[in-house]
C-alpha cells in the first residue's frame, strides 16, 4: 500500500489531491460532491468576498482543446457562507479561500475568521486576474508586504497565500523575499495565467464577454509555467512554508512531476470540468501505477527530488 499522507497547518491530508478553488466548490451542492470523492484529500473552497457577488457576465468560461479561459470574476455565496461551511464536521481537511477587493476588506474578513471557531487552513487568494479593474495584488510585492503585515498583526491561524504565475527569476526572489517574513503555512501556486485571449477565427470573435475577452488561462498549456513556479518557490521559500501546486494537471504524470518539483498536495481545475469528479480516481491509479512501476512507496522518496544536468 503507498503512503499518500502528509500534515499541512495542524491537518492530516491522507491524499495528495485537491480541488482547485473556484472549479465544482462554489455552491453546498457542489461542495458535498467534493466530500463523496474519495480519492480527495482535502477540499478547497471557492474564494469568498465579504458580500457574495454574482460575478462577471456570461460567457464567462470556455473550453479549449488544451486548456481553457475563464473570466468568472469572483462570483460566490459571500463569506459567512463558506465560514459556517468549514466549521461543520468534514471527513476531509478544508480550505477556506478568502478574497478581498480591498486591503480594508481583506482585514475585516479574515478577523471574523480568527474569531470564529473554525480550526482548519485558510488561504488568502493575492491572484484573481478577473475583477474588473482590480490588479492581481501579489504582482505588487510592496503592497503584499503591506497586506500580509497587517494580517499577521491579529491572525494566528493557520494562513496560506494563492499566488499568480511569475515568469522572471528575479520575481521569484523578490516574491520569496517577502514571503520568507511571515509564519505562511503554504503558497498555492499557481492561479490561472492571466488575460490571456482566445479567439473564434470563424466567427472573427472573442470567446468570453468580459474584459473583451481576456481572461485566465488553465489546463494543460499552463503545466510548464505552474512547475516552474512550484520548483522556484520550493527552492527559495523556507522548508517550514509547504508548496502547493496548482495547473495544467491532466495525468497521473502531471502529478508525479508537481511533487518532484516540491509540491505537497496538487489541486485539479480544469480538467474536473472537462472530466468529472472521476478523474481523481483515474489520477490517484495513474499516479499509484508511476510510484510502483519507480519502486517509491511513500511521496517523501521522491518530492523535491527534481534532477538538473
Ligand atoms: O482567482 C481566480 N482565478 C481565476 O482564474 N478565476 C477566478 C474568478 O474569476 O473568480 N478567480
Given at each position: 500500500k503507498l503512503n499518500f499522507t502528509s500534515t499541512l497547518g495542524g491537518q492530516t491530508f491522507n491524499s495528495p489531491f485537491l480541488n482547485a478553488s473556484g472549479i465544482h466548490c462554489q455552491t453546498a451542492e457542489e461542495l458535498a460532491d467534493l466530500e463523496g470523492v474519495k480519492e480527495l484529500g482535502g477540499i478547497v473552497t471557492k474564494s469568498a468576498t465579504l458580500e457574495a457577488r454574482a460575478g462577471n457576465d456570461k460567457p464567462r468560461y470556455y473550453d479549449l482543446a488544451y486548456g481553457s479561459i475563464n473570466s468568472m470574476g469572483l462570483p460566490n455565496s459571500g463569506y459567512n457562507f463558506y465560514l459556517d461551511y468549514v466549521q461543520k464536521e468534514h471527513a476531509k481537511p478544508t480550505i477556506l479561500s478568502v478574497a478581498g477587493l480591498s486591503v480594508a476588506d481583506v482585514i475585516k474578513l479574515l478577523k471574523e475568521v480568527q474569531a470564529s471557531d473554525y480550526q482548519g487552513l485558510t488561504e488568502l487568494n493575492l491572484s484573481c486576474p478577473n475583477v474588473i479593474g482590480e490588479p492581481q495584488t501579489a504582482y505588487d510585492f510592496e503592497t503584499t508586504r503591506k497586506v500580509l503585515t497587517e494580517v499577521f498583526s491579529f491572525f494566528t491561524k493557520p494562513l496560506g497565500v494563492k499566488l499568480p504565475p511569475y515568469f522572471d527569476l528575479v520575481h521569484f526572489d523578490q516574491i520569496a523575499a517577502v514571503l520568507n517574513d511571515f509564519p505562511l503555512t503554504h503558497v498555492n501556486t499557481i492561479n490561472s495565467v492571466g488575460n490571456g485571449l482566445v479567439v473564434d477565427v470563424e466567427k472573427e470573435q472573442v470567446v468570453t464577454k468580459p474584459k473583451g475577452g481576456f481572461g485566465g488561462l488553465g489546463g494543460a498549456m499552463v503545466l510548464p509555467t505552474a512547475l516552474a513556479n512550484v520548483r522556484a518557490l520550493r527552492q527559495r521559500l523556507n522548508p517550514s512554508i509547504a508548496?502547493?501546486?496548482?495547473?495544467?494537471?491532466?495525468?497521473?504524470?502531471?502529478?508525479?512531476?508537481?511533487?518532484?518539483?516540491?509540491?505537497?498536495?496538487?489541486?485539479?481545475?480544469?480538467?474536473v470540468i472537462k472530466e468529472g469528479l472521476g478523474v481523481y480516481a483515474r489520477l490517484e491509479k495513474e499516479l499509484s501505477d508511476i510510484m510502483e512501476a519507480k519502486g517509491y512507496t511513500s511521496l517523501e522518496d521522491f518530492r523535491g527530488k527534481l534532477q538538473v544536468m
Amino acid at each position: 500500500k503507498l503512503n499518500f499522507t502528509s500534515t499541512l497547518g495542524g491537518q492530516t491530508f491522507n491524499s495528495p489531491f485537491l480541488n482547485a478553488s473556484g472549479i465544482h466548490c462554489q455552491t453546498a451542492e457542489e461542495l458535498a460532491d467534493l466530500e463523496g470523492v474519495k480519492e480527495l484529500g482535502g477540499i478547497v473552497t471557492k474564494s469568498a468576498t465579504l458580500e457574495a457577488r454574482a460575478g462577471n457576465d456570461k460567457p464567462r468560461y470556455y473550453d479549449l482543446a488544451y486548456g481553457s479561459i475563464n473570466s468568472m470574476g469572483l462570483p460566490n455565496s459571500g463569506y459567512n457562507f463558506y465560514l459556517d461551511y468549514v466549521q461543520k464536521e468534514h471527513a476531509k481537511p478544508t480550505i477556506l479561500s478568502v478574497a478581498g477587493l480591498s486591503v480594508a476588506d481583506v482585514i475585516k474578513l479574515l478577523k471574523e475568521v480568527q474569531a470564529s471557531d473554525y480550526q482548519g487552513l485558510t488561504e488568502l487568494n493575492l491572484s484573481c486576474p478577473n475583477v474588473i479593474g482590480e490588479p492581481q495584488t501579489a504582482y505588487d510585492f510592496e503592497t503584499t508586504r503591506k497586506v500580509l503585515t497587517e494580517v499577521f498583526s491579529f491572525f494566528t491561524k493557520p494562513l496560506g497565500v494563492k499566488l499568480p504565475p511569475y515568469f522572471d527569476l528575479v520575481h521569484f526572489d523578490q516574491i520569496a523575499a517577502v514571503l520568507n517574513d511571515f509564519p505562511l503555512t503554504h503558497v498555492n501556486t499557481i492561479n490561472s495565467v492571466g488575460n490571456g485571449l482566445v479567439v473564434d477565427v470563424e466567427k472573427e470573435q472573442v470567446v468570453t464577454k468580459p474584459k473583451g475577452g481576456f481572461g485566465g488561462l488553465g489546463g494543460a498549456m499552463v503545466l510548464p509555467t505552474a512547475l516552474a513556479n512550484v520548483r522556484a518557490l520550493r527552492q527559495r521559500l523556507n522548508p517550514s512554508i509547504a508548496i502547493l501546486g496548482t495547473g495544467g494537471v491532466t495525468t497521473g504524470a502531471d502529478v508525479f512531476a508537481h511533487i518532484l518539483c516540491g509540491a505537497q498536495l496538487v489541486s485539479v481545475g480544469t480538467q474536473v470540468i472537462k472530466e468529472g469528479l472521476g478523474v481523481y480516481a483515474r489520477l490517484e491509479k495513474e499516479l499509484s501505477d508511476i510510484m510502483e512501476a519507480k519502486g517509491y512507496t511513500s511521496l517523501e522518496d521522491f518530492r523535491g527530488k527534481l534532477q538538473v544536468m
